[in-house]
């Protein structure tokens, strides 16, 4: 996911660095892919551990020096969880030709799925914020957050309002040691809501690409948005139908180190990782195939994500339910729903988690597969401990 955030900054004239914020502990797959990542864009790429879970505006915050450190013009945020054209040229010719604290990057939705979002009102002359609310329980804007933001220098101070304020509600309350509460900040409600109105956040407005990725089917749909935004940006990516190979149809991505079956047919919307084998018939669409994977003879696979090492048997049949945005509405978006439902798992699309097999002739629909299993019946909206 984060390979396309780091791509759009990398292309930014005059990036200085790209570091990524968060709480999980690092291991051997982002240490090596931060180095891939450093060699390939020419550009210094480092992870900062949190302490503790800061929220979405207290890494920030804790790690001000070495955001700051070499006198940035502007620092780009980008929440993790989301797909996007990123348009942070463009933002930062906006910045420079109007300079305010707060940038955030606004797309539009639907009236119904504007309330899952932070909802910004403008003033559409200067496109100053000025209303802010996240998830609002009642219609405020059409205008959401992307969760993409340029920030000035000067963004930090009001942060620093915020940690100290959460320092003397921590004092007040006689609680020993302000840590962590004291360092977590959320930049929606802490900091947007509350400067609102105030002169210094602003809106872009985008008609680009954009979706969250809150659950695997937007994964999916995030993987297409992508495919096709290759189409554009990157055609040679794209794999291509020639004689003796796999069958291409639409938007599809093999690496280079995949060995895929010329009988094999692929697509629409596909993406086949780093060294994963597709065998001979094998129908894949709608999929994301992880690295290491395997699909053995006439294996069918559609809306589904197979997991790193996982192992799908000949004639097997992967089969998840697609949970796309409303194609009739230029403004729709995805619906992150949870997984389940008044005690009911919800359909959704299949998961297999890493170095799981299934035996020939399996059928698998709408189900969750989680790691070092190995399945040898059929299962249908299950989650599989």
Same mark, same amino acid.
């Given at each position: 996911?984060?390979?396309?955030?780091?791509?759009?900054? %990398?292309?930014?004239?005059?990036? &200085?660095?790209?570091?990524?914020?968060?709480?999980?502990?690092?291991?051997?797959?982002?240490?090596?892919?931060?180095?891939?990542? &450093?060699?390939?864009?020419?550009?210094?790429? +480092?992870?900062?551990?949190?302490?503790?879970?800061?929220?979405?505006?207290?890494?920030?915050?804790?790690? +001000?020096?070495?955001?700051?450190? /070499?006198?940035?013009?502007?620092?780009?945020?980008?929440?993790?969880?989301?797909?996007?054209?990123?348009?942070? @040229?463009?933002?930062?010719? %906006?910045?420079?030709?109007?300079?305010?604290?707060?940038?955030?990057?606004?797309?539009? %939705?639907?009236?119904?799925?504007?309330?899952?979002?932070?909802? =910004?009102?403008?003033?559409?002359?200067?496109?100053?914020?000025?209303?802010?609310?996240?998830?609002?329980?009642?219609?405020?804007?059409?205008? =959401?957050?992307?969760?993409?933001? $340029?920030?000035?220098?000067?963004?930090?101070?009001?942060?620093?309002?915020?940690?100290?304020?959460?320092?003397?509600?921590? &004092?007040?309350?006689? @609680?020993?040691? @302000?840590?962590? /509460? !004291?360092?977590?900040? *959320?930049?929606? &409600?802490?900091?947007?809501?509350?400067?609102?109105?105030?002169?210094?956040?602003?809106?872009?407005?985008?008609?680009?690409?954009?979706?969250?990725?809150?659950?695997? /089917?937007?994964?999916?749909?995030?993987?297409? $948005?992508?495919?096709?935004?290759?189409?554009?940006?990157?055609?040679?990516?794209? !794999?291509?139908?020639?004689?003796?190979?796999? *069958?291409?149809?639409?938007?599809?991505? #093999?690496?280079?180190?995949?060995?895929?079956?010329?009988?094999?047919?692929?697509?629409?919307?596909?993406?086949?990782?780093? /060294?994963?084998?597709?065998?001979?018939?094998?129908?894949?669409?709608?999929?994301?195939?992880?690295?290491?994977?395997?699909?053995?003879?006439?294996?069918?696979?559609?809306?589904?994500?197979?997991?790193?090492?996982?192992?799908?048997? *000949?004639? !097997?049949?992967?089969?998840?339910?697609?949970?796309?945005?409303?194609?009739?509405?230029? *403004?729709?978006?995805?619906?992150?729903?949870?997984?389940?439902?008044?005690?009911?798992?919800?359909?959704? =699309?299949?998961?297999?988690?890493?170095?799981?097999?299934?035996?020939?002739?399996?059928? #698998?629909?709408?189900? #969750?597969?989680?790691?070092?299993?190995?399945?040898? +019946? @059929?299962?249908?909206?299950?989650? #599989?401990?």
């Amino acid at each position: 996911m984060i390979q396309h955030h780091i791509e759009a900054c %990398a292309q930014v004239p005059g990036m &200085q660095e790209i570091l990524l914020i968060g709480f999980y502990q690092p291991d051997e797959a982002l240490t090596q892919f931060l180095e891939t990542a &450093q060699q390939e864009f020419n550009l210094p790429v +480092r992870y900062l551990q949190e302490f503790a879970p800061l929220g979405t505006g207290g890494g920030l915050y804790h790690f +001000r020096d070495q955001i700051l450190a /070499g006198g940035p013009e502007a620092f780009f945020v980008l929440n993790a969880d989301v797909c996007s054209d990123f348009p942070l @040229s463009a933002m930062l010719d %906006a910045h420079r030709h109007q300079r305010h604290p707060f940038l955030l990057l606004g797309t539009t %939705a639907n009236r119904t799925q504007s309330l899952n979002y932070g909802c =910004i009102v403008e003033n559409p002359q200067t496109h100053e914020v000025l209303h802010y609310v996240e998830k609002p329980s009642t219609f405020i804007s059409d205008i =959401i957050n992307c969760g993409i933001y $340029l920030f000035s220098p000067e963004a930090l101070k009001p942060l620093r309002d915020v940690f100290q304020r959460n320092q003397q509600d921590g &004092q007040l309350e006689d @609680s020993p040691g @302000s840590w962590p /509460g !004291a360092g977590t900040i *959320r930049l929606e &409600q802490d900091v947007f809501s509350a400067l609102a109105g105030q002169g210094q956040i602003y809106v872009h407005l985008t008609d680009g690409i954009w979706s969250q990725i809150k659950s695997a /089917g937007s994964a999916l749909y995030a993987s297409r $948005l992508y495919l096709s935004r290759y189409q554009i940006t990157h055609p040679e990516r794209l !794999a291509k139908h020639t004689p003796g190979g796999p *069958r291409i149809r639409g938007n599809v991505y #093999i690496h280079p180190t995949a060995k895929v079956a010329p009988s094999a047919v692929l697509g629409p919307n596909v993406s086949v990782g780093k /060294g994963v084998t597709v065998g001979e018939g094998v129908r894949l669409r709608e999929s994301i195939v992880l690295h290491g994977a395997a699909l053995q003879e006439h294996t069918c696979v559609l809306h589904s994500i197979v997991g790193w090492g996982s192992t799908v048997g *000949r004639w !097997a049949r992967v089969e998840g339910t697609p949970n796309d945005p409303n194609p009739n509405d230029p *403004r729709a978006r995805m619906d992150s729903e949870s997984l389940f439902k008044d005690g009911k798992l919800l359909p959704a =699309i299949t998961i297999l988690g890493c170095r799981v097999r299934i035996p020939a002739e399996v059928l #698998i629909l709408n189900s #969750i597969v989680l790691p070092h299993k190995e399945l040898s +019946r @059929s299962f249908t909206n299950q989650i #599989i401990l």
